[in-house]
């Protein structure tokens, strides 16, 4: 494995007239990461999926896969990349068997007992027409059409639009079985869900900006849980207060719950010292912090 | 413009009618800018000329140039312009939002089907009218530019009947695009019935036996009567108009008794023939499988169907026209006597009775050129622009190859299946011609088919650049399409005035005509200049593609 960046953007910008769709991105994606890229509509997800690939060219800045420059080596990048675009459309008059084996004649090197496996593996029914697909079974021979190659870097713009629960299962299982292998996953999303799941790291972007870049378990941590307390006894509310990591203390009677970021060591150190009969945390809800990062233009200076 | 269907199909159509009208008025104006002058030439031939000659070129007065200007027009230009916009308006008021699976979106509001195939209707009607109206007054224009005389004209009645042939056939899609829910079933066989009525009622007359069956052709009732020189032929008008309610009537039958598409089974004609079992077999045998093994192969499978079509046309035509030539040859003789080559070339006609200037006529001139030009245009208008359209572009180049590489497999693609349809003309020439005893030189039918391949070749050049440019299949399809109707028009009129006639060599039908191949044999210089160009406008295909962004 290569120590350099399998993705690397630097300053990487790109406007349409007097849009600005994406404005000084930096960003670097490591070998063997699954990088999770969300943002809202129009943020700019597309756009920079596909100005690192050659299909649109930047304003300023350059992007490099595995090193090479996005332009300049375009060909030799693709050979490495498997690409699942967004908008997938495929050519009706073709089965999904025909569509794949295209695509591999004009690849190369393609392992036919891999399209098999990975058929298998989606259930997917390689002999019927394009035209005849559900869009989810459509999707479904997009996403062998990417992984068909074992590339290096996978792009894959909104993989699981259509897939049924199951699907996404074995989908994100093959996620994890990839990055494993130490290629490289960029995984362009608005199933948060799902990107919680299998990323390392995210990127969000909004109006054309990253504002922030972060590892998954990082922002876990940062994000604050609710604790709710049973004691034996009435606790005031004082012992709480001064704790690190809390935020807002509330006590009625013997219950008390409270608002908490960062390592709950401290905060079970502090009620322990009480008659602590019960407690019950929600998940660290990463949701809400993305949405916060959607919705608020300010939110990133802000501290979480 | 959005506040109803109607309104929002004129808003998206009114473009291409002016466009077509714009066509229209060039060419007239083109026309009566080479013939001003020659009225004297052009008086003095009159009287010599039988009137079944004038028949088929569907001119009935030639008495002055503007008259014969004017009647091209009416006759031909105007009526062939608009038709075609009627049947492309006409085969998408269902088929059309079938195809792009916006019909579900569109009757999920309370729109009856039969008030939208009304409203769509009446939006074809209204610009179509609109359209015959501003040729009408374009014309007035071009004429009073040229102080052509039109007083003995009935111009207005004319462009009466235009409208009415034309109104007919966008009627005649939008009965099959509502009844099958195809598209291109709808376009492909109102185009046929179009040419194959032009053709039927303008030959048809010629030949004593068979002229009363002229009258099935709509064609007929369109300008047998004249109404260029006798005014509307309400008889003849009655059973147009008569006919189009009937087929406006039987599309709104036809959608409301059949299920909607919803637009994802995008399968043409021929995917619509294999689901039939009947035609399963000769259709698969036909289309064969589809070939995936490179860009190439793939696209010419694709266009496979298509080019057995055209290729059919071309040789079936090719085929007949030789022993016809038996039959018409002591007219053809004296027709010729009576006309000089000036009159002759305007209409793009070969002297007639001699073998070679027969399938000249009648096969060469215009009906290769049209097939080889209709394929080669489609192609290349899809070559790059209809991938990006599809949003197929961005798999295809997610692949490790060039762009170049796109450009070379559509355009060798191209090549391969204009070939094939070159290889049908030759074919059909040459047995047309054995079957007849003509006995025309087989180098010389190679060579007019040759370079009926690179005439077709260079609008289809035309559409790759722009689509290439553009990314735009329909801005590639109409530009090569304008292009190549100009062109024709050019290399038709311009020889005839001295002071002109330079002026054709511009035009690629000059190096395809000029020649006289199936007399001569290939003229080498003549090949090289369409092959030149062509390869130039391949080669200019590659850096537009390459610098511009991939649409998506």
Known sequence: MTSQPAILTEGLTKHYGDVEALIDLDLSVGPGEVFGFLGPNGAGKTTMIRTVLDLIRPTNGRALILGMDSHESAVEIRRHVGYLPGDLALYPNLTG?????????????????????????????????????????????????????????????????????????????????????????????????????????????????????????????KAIRRLEMQFGSPVDEAVFRGVDGVHDVTAEGTRVSVSFKGEIATLLRAAMAHDLVNLNSDEADLEEIFLNYYRDPESEKASV | MLANVLTKTVRDRQLAILIGVAGVLLMALLGLGAYSGLDDTIADLYDSMPE??????????????????????????????????????????????????????????????????????????????????????????????????????????????????????????????????????????????????????????????????????????????????????????????????????????????????????????????????????????????AKVSSIAVKTSTEYQGLAIIAGLAIFYTALIVGPM?????????????????????????????????????????????????????????????????????????????????????????????????????????????????????????????????????????VALVVGAGTGNRRTASYAAAGLAFVAYFANAFLPVNDNLASWAKLSPFYYYQEGEPLVNGLQWGNAAVLAGLFALLVLAAVPLFQRRDVRG
């Open chain 1, 97 to 221: 068997q025909e569509t794949l084996t295209y695509f591999a004649n004009l690849r190369g090197g393609v392992d036919w007992s891999y399209v098999d496996e990975l058929a298998d593996r989606f259930n997917s029914d390689l002999s019927k027409k394009v035209s005849d697909y559900s869009s989810g079974n459509r999707q479904k021979v997009g996403l062998i059409q990417a992984f068909m190659s074992k590339p290096e870097v996978l792009i894959l713009d909104e993989p699981s639009t259509g897939l049924d629960p199951l699907v996404q299962q074995d989908f994100q299982a093959l996620l994890r079985e990839t990055a494993a292998e130490g290629r490289t996953v960029f995984l362009s999303s608005h199933t948060l869900s799902e990107v919680e799941r299998v990323a390392h790291r995210v990127g969000i972007i909004r109006q054309g900006r990253l504002v922030v870049v972060e590892a998954v378990d990082e922002l876990k941590s």
């Open chain 2, 52 to 289: 079944a000659y004038l028949a088929i070129i569907g001119i009935s007065d030639v008495s002055t140039a503007g008259s014969l200007i004017l009647g091209q027009v009416v006759n031909l230009m105007a009526p062939m312009v608009l038709a075609g916009l009627g049947i492309s308006m006409g085969a998408s008021v269902i088929a059309g939002e079938e195809a792009a699976g916006t019909m579900g979106l569109l009757l999920g509001n309370p729109k009856s089907r039969t008030g939208l195939v009304l409203s769509k209707a009446g939006a074809m009607v209204l610009l179509l009218t609109v359209g015959a109206g501003l040729i009408w007054a374009g014309t007035y224009g071009v004429a009073v530019a040229f102080t052509t005389d039109m007083s003995s004209m009935m111009f207005g009645a004319a462009m009466v009947h235009v409208l009415a042939i034309s109104l007919f056939f966008g009627f005649f899609a939008l009965l099959l695009g509502s009844g099958t829910g195809r598209r291109s079933v709808a376009s492909g066989a109102s185009v046929g019935l179009l040419l194959l009525s032009f053709l039927g009622a303008g030959v048809l007359p010629l030949i004593a036996s068979v002229a009363g069956l002229a009258k099935v052709f709509p064609w007929y009732y369109f300008n047998s009567s004249a109404p260029l020189n006798n005014g509307v032929d309400w008889g003849h008008l009655s059973i147009l108009i008569g006919g189009t309610l009937v087929m406006g009537i039987g599309a709104i039958v036809g959608v409301n008794r059949r299920d909607l598409r919803t637009g994802e089974g995008g399968g043409g004609l021929i995917e619509r023939l294999k689901e039939r079992p009947m035609m399963r077999k000769v259709t698969k045998k036909i289309t064969g499988r």
């Open chain 2, 325 to 461: 030539y038996n039959g018409l040859s002591d007219v053809l003789v004296d027709l010729a006597d009576a006309m000089p080559e000036a009159v002759l070339a305007m209409v793009g006609f070969a002297d007639m009775s001699t073998p070679e200037g027969w399938y000249s006529g009648e096969v060469f001139s215009l009906v290769v050129p049209a097939a080889m030009i209709v394929v080669t245009v489609m192609m290349g208008a899809k070559g790059v622009a209809g991938e990006e359209e599809n949003n197929t572009m961005d798999l295809l180049l997610a692949n490790p190859i060039p762009r170049a590489r796109v450009i070379g497999g559509k355009t060798a693609a191209m090549v391969l299946v204009i070939l094939g349809i070159g290889v049908a003309t030759f074919l059909g020439t040459a047995v047309g011609s054995a079957l007849g005893g003509l006995g025309i030189a087989y180098d010389g039918i190679a060579a007019a088919s040759f370079l009926g391949v690179l005439l077709g070749l260079v609008f289809g050049g």
